[in-house]
């Protein structure tokens, strides 16, 4: 059976109560979702670094499809919003600006 991985923290869904799915693959856990709570009542959490390093070695192998359909379908997106900016006429220099890319290079990739 294929195993669903939090987003955030990398747990599988037999290491975490629930996983919530959202846009792009991504899917949070019970405890992701806690931890969101505790920041949204307004205390402080530090953010955690994505520290594959740590993990074990079945959860890097579990999230490894996972991470690379998130990515897609993030590239995809990145490719629609384009796709709408262009539709509005925005000039490649405007979509390039935020990317810290060339105008040129803004074109080839997304034309
Ligand atoms: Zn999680």
Redesign the pocket.
Known sequence: MKRIH??????SDSE?EK?AAGPGGL???????E?CRVIMDGSEVPPKEFDPGNWPTDRLLGSLEALDRTAESYREHLARAVDALRAREVSWARIAEPLGISRQSAWERFS
């Open positions: 939090c987003s955030f923290c990398g747990k975490v996983l899917h949070i856990c019970d405890g992701c979702v931890t």
